[in-house]
């Protein structure tokens, strides 16, 4: 089935993209001090590399003089969110990472909060989403895990590090739905975080994971997870041997943004210097290195432009969410 929503989603997340500009270049200074970031999930995450990630090419930049990270998961990312509300007046120096699932768990109630009760950034990269299997495993394509999922039925988990419903189980369910299943069908064992997820697999309690593509990457070269299918229109150079999803004949495509929020009430002038500082960055070598290193494409949309963005992707997945029966 051909996936028109999913297309519409990242449709768009293009069309929110707008173009990188000089305008706010930092001409090699230093436009912080200190910044640090909290990270709604656990270590080996998406979150977790994108804001490691990040603060690496900050401070190797000369951006930012330092960077210091912290680890909160719990709660789908609620516990995050609500200690940048709870602790706002002191966190002038922090961001929080955050992506797609703050807009999913926000329309399931997984938490009450949503991004307008935060102090919006920027969104500054998307991830593609893939499937993967052990390395060892006897699934060597689509092909062969819809064989085995036909074969097995309801034993047939897939796993991922978000809630039921998160994104995780969303690409799992579209590209089920577009390779002729049933979405609502699929047996999604859900984990806290990414790294727990990798750990489920490779420890058998699972026999697919739905994860980001970066992720996947890390642990494809180190041999440990065969990758089965990307959610990107071509392949991608960070690691061409991932075939998309698209030429194996299941047509879906998603991209997840990655961002940053600060708490709310962080003044103008703050969050002037966090986007000068993120803009900025696009132009050095050191985030050429993190970028291309973990797949990540850049996404620019600071300020006033990724609140638009959010808005339109809240009624864009809301209307996928319902017709997967997900809302």
Do not use: C
């Not at 640090?36 to 995450?45: D, E, K, S």
């Amino acid at each position: 089935m051909k996936m028109t929503m999913t297309r519409r989603v990242v449709l768009a997340a293009a069309a929110a993209t707008i173009a990188l500009s000089a305008t706010a270049r930092a001409d090699g200074h230093q436009v912080l001090d200190q910044l640090h970031f909290v990270i709604p999930g656990g270590a080996g995450g998406g979150w977790d590399g994108t804001a490691r990630g990040t603060g690496e090419a900050l401070t190797n930049s000369g951006l930012v003089g330092s960077a210091s990270y912290e680890n909160m998961s719990g709660g789908g990312g609620g516990v995050a969110i609500a200690h940048l509300i709870e602790n706002a007046e002191s966190l002038d120096n922090t961001l929080m990472v955050n992506s797609t699932p703050i807009v999913i768990r926000s329309l399931t109630g997984v938490f009450p909060q949503s991004f307008r009760d935060l102090t919006l950034v920027a969104g500054t990269i998307g991830d593609y989403a893939a499937l993967v299997v052990p390395a060892d495993s006897p699934i060597e394509d689509m092909a062969g895990l819809l064989a085995a999922y036909a074969d097995q039925g309801p034993d047939f988990a897939v796993g991922g590090g978000s809630v039921p419903g998160g994104m995780d189980h969303l690409v799992a369910a579209m590209v089920m739905q577009a390779a002729g299943e049933d979405p609502t069908a699929v047996n999604y064992i859900p984990y806290d975080a990414g790294g727990e997820a990798m750990a489920g697999l490779l420890s058998g309690e699972i026999d697919a994971l739905s994860t980001g593509f970066s992720e996947a990457i890390a642990l494809a070269d180190q041999g440990e997870v065969r990758i089965l299918g990307v959610t990107a229109d071509a392949r991608v150079p960070a690691y061409d041997a991932a075939p998309t999803f698209i030429e194996q004949g299941i047509d879906t495509t998603f991209v997840n943004w990655r961002g940053f929020f600060a708490a709310p009430g962080t003044s103008d002038e703050r969050v002037a210097q966090y986007i000068s500082a993120f803009e900025a960055l696009y132009e050095t070598d050191a985030w050429e290195e993190v970028r291309s290193r973990n797949g990540w494409v850049n996404i620019w949309n600071p300020g006033d432009d990724f609140r638009a963005f959010l808005e339109a992707q809240e009624q864009e997945i809301g209307d996928l969410m319902r017709t997967l029966g997900f809302l």
